[in-house]
Each structure stands twice: as C-alpha cells, then as structure tokens.
C-alpha cells in the first residue's frame, strides 16, 4: 500500500522556522517527484513546491520563494520542507504528495500536518 | 501562472441527480486537467486525471471531458458518500494551480 506521512507541525511565532518530513512506503519513492500541497483553514489548496525525483529540479510558488526549500533523501523515502520567515499567511494543513511528471496527477496524499504561525 | 475558474461554487443536490462542474482554464492547457474529492477533515482524492480518465477504484458514475481551456465533471447519479468539496488542478506547467472547489450539498 502506498502511504505518506507527515510529520513537523505545530506552533510557532511569526518570523520562525518549521521542519515538515514526509516518510513515504509502498512505491519506489526515487522513481518519482513530490510535492508539498497546502490548504488554509476553510480554503482551497495551494501547491507549494515540488521536487524532481533526484532532486535536480525544484520549483515553489511565489509567495514563498526564498523562504521555503523542498528536499529529499532518496536513501531514507524521504521528502522534507523546510520553512523560514514564516507568516501568519502560512498557518495551513501541508500536505505532502506524490507528482506524476507524465500524467500530472497527485496521489497519494498524506494525511497533512498543521501549521499555525501566530504570536 | 494558469488560473482556474470552477463553477459553481456550491449546488445543492438530491441523491440519484446528474451533477455537472464546469472548470475553466486562463489559457489552453490541451487535456493536463485532473479532478480531486475532498471530504471534511479528510485529505484530497484523485478522482480523474488527463481530463477523461478515471483513476482506479473510482467509480463509473464519475466522468470528466473536455480539453483546451473548458472542462467538465460529472456525477451521473449522485450517492450518499459524494457529497464532498471537488477541485480541478492543471498540470500543464508548474506551478501547478487548483481551482476554488465546488461544495456539493445535500438537497
């Protein structure tokens, strides 16, 4: 069964840093890219950033280049995003998925993790 | 970036009516269209992917057309479990962008 957890969230105060990982299972996680998808609260989604498979390629929404970096570590399944000069704009579910390049599909997706950025 | 345009943004419906969902693109994105079920609390489902093609394990009441700028998602015959939030995504280039979802309530 092909699964995605994430993990990371919390509290933290405007300005700070968050680590979000995402441990993936069931497929052959170096075969393919993945992304990071969030969703404010009552709002719809907003695709983040995303990775190519050997981590060779990245890309990121405007409003958070220069603040989020996506990586990965094939060796561990692993997908990670790190997240500085948070905003209260931030505060979201993140969701960690898997990308299909040749079709454009995502999916899975994880079950989120919580971000709330606020003083 | 490519905006999406989904409408309506709500439609309240019975069970066993057909549901239609129309998602427009701000420019041609040749059939790069997928289409996502999200129930509350729960994380998005892909539903539909390369505009007409159904996902496996989802059923055949769901089907998606279209392909350009204009696209539709339809429920043949509504049931129990469908009623949900539905969003369409380009995946023409990136970044990949969602449109505003649609509510499908109970009549």
């Known amino acids: 069964e092909v699964q995605l957890v994430e993990s990371g969230g919390g509290l933290v105060q405007p300005g700070g840093s968050l680590r979000l990982s995402c441990a993936a299972s069931?497929?052959?996680?170096?075969?393919?890219?993945m992304s990071w998808v969030r969703q404010a609260p009552g709002k719809g989604l907003e695709s983040v950033a995303n990775i190519k498979h050997d981590g060779s390629d990245r890309n990121y929404v405007d409003s958070v280049k220069g603040r989020f970096t996506i990586s990965r570590d094939n060796a561990k399944n692993s997908v990670y995003l790190q997240m500085d000069s948070l905003r209260a704009e931030d505060t979201a579910i993140y969701y960690c998925?898997?990308?299909?390049?040749?079709?454009?599909?995502?999916?899975?997706w994880g079950q989120g993790t919580l971000v709330t950025v606020s003083s | 970036d490519i905006q999406m345009t989904q409408s309506p943004s709500s439609v309240s419906a019975s069970v066993g009516d057909r549901v239609t969902i129309t998602c427009r693109a701000s420019q041609g994105i040749s059939s790069w269209l997928d289409w996502y079920q999200q129930k509350p609390g729960k994380a998005p489902k892909l539903l539909i992917y390369?505009?007409?093609k159904l996902q496996s394990g989802v059923p055949s009441r769901f089907s998606g057309s279209g392909s350009g700028t204009d696209f539709t998602l339809t429920i043949s015959s509504l049931q129990p479990e469908d009623f949900a939030t539905y969003y369409c995504q380009q995946a023409d280039s990136f970044p990949l962008t969602f449109g505003g979802g649609t509510k499908v309530e109970i009549k």
């Open positions: 069931g497929f052959t996680f170096k075969s393919y890219w």
């Open positions: 390369e505009a007409s």
């Open positions: 998925a898997r990308y299909s390049s040749s079709s454009g599909w995502i999916d899975p």
